[in-house]
């Protein structure tokens, strides 16, 4: 693993009006590192994800990205980071071939180059013949290749992916896995937010859990095996986080469901 410093969060905090999210984060992020940012709902990973990115304002604490701390204002960190929202507003009238290539030139690719580029991506995911298409007539998993693609055209150093495999079908799962391992391979950053704990526990070399907005676990997946009782990713995020009452829940809430129910 190398040791060149891609990410430093210090101290982070933030609050949306009296509503505090996240209660000091401190993180140290390295070259090549595949972090799965795990957490419950609502726990603040996507806020973390949106203020490194630029696109929320108002935090206390430190960050630095490439060594720069980025309330200096300069934004070139940003021509080095790919992102894959978690809900992403895609322009539903561009055909993909706009799409991309649009998305090429803000990142400083030609029009000529961000074309064949998206288009050869677009093929292996056997995409080509909707290569001239609408957006707004893709399937969900469709446009998250897509967005996928578009987040990496301009070959970025750091990905910020949330919820990656959103809609995506069994093959296609494990094509992005292939491909998440074989960037950080070459010394890419991967920092990915999801909830599928099976794909977290086998592609990340390291886990980090978010709970009520504090890093509450950080290690590889033997480290927390080795600090929990439990066996899987999924077992040991419920037992961090308390959730062990599933069978009640559903049993209250069917019950809500079917009070009063006397429509035949
Ligand atoms: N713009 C906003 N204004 C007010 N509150 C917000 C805003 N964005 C997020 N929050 C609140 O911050 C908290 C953390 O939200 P965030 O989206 O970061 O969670 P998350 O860990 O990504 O959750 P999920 O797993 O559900 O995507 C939530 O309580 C949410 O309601």
């Known amino acids: 693993m ?3 410093k891609v990410l430093c969060l210090t101290d982070l905090t933030m609050s949306f009006g009296n509503k505090r999210v996240l209660n000091g984060v401190n993180l140290e992020v390295y070259k090549g590192q595949i972090i799965g940012y795990i957490g419950p709902n609502g726990a603040g990973k996507s806020t973390t994800v949106k203020i490194m990115l630029g696109l929320i304002e108002g935090y206390h604490g430190t960050i630095e990205i490439f060594g ?3 309330a200096r204002g300069d934004f070139a960190y940003k021509r ?3 992102y894959v929202p978690e809900t992403a507003e895609v322009y539903d009238n561009l055909t993909a071939c706009e799409y991309l290539t649009f998305t090429g030139e803000l990142f400083g690719l030609s029009s000529v180059e961000a074309e ?3 288009f050869n991506l677009m093929k292996e995911f056997n995409l080509e013949s909707v290569f001239h298409q609408r957006l707004s007539s893709f399937s969900k998993g469709m446009r ?3 967005l996928i693609i578009s987040s990496l055209l301009h070959d970025p150093d750091l990905l910020f992916f949330d919820e990656p495999l959103s809609g995506l079908d069994a093959n296609s799962v494990m094509i992005i896995k292939e ?3 074989q960037l950080a391979a070459r010394g890419k950053t991967i920092f990915y937010s999801s909830h599928i704990m099976d794909v977290v526990e086998k592609i990340s070399n390291r886990i980090i859990l978010l709970v009520e907005g504090r890093v509450v676990a950080d290690g590889t997946f033997a480290e927390l095996q080795a600090q ?3 066996g899987t990713l999924e077992e040991i995020f419920n037992q961090i986080t308390g959730i062990n009452n599933h069978k009640e829940i559903a049993e209250k809430f ?3 469901v079917s009070e009063g129910s006397n429509h035949g």
């Open 116 to 118: 064949k580029k998206a």
């Open 80 to 82: 080095k980071i790919g």
């Open 2 to 4: 190398n040791n060149e």
């Open 179 to 181: 491909i998440l391992n």
């Open 254 to 256: 069917v019950g809500i």
């Open 68 to 70: 720069e701390n980025i």
């Open 144 to 146: 998250q290749k897509v």
């Open 228 to 230: 929990n009782k439990e």
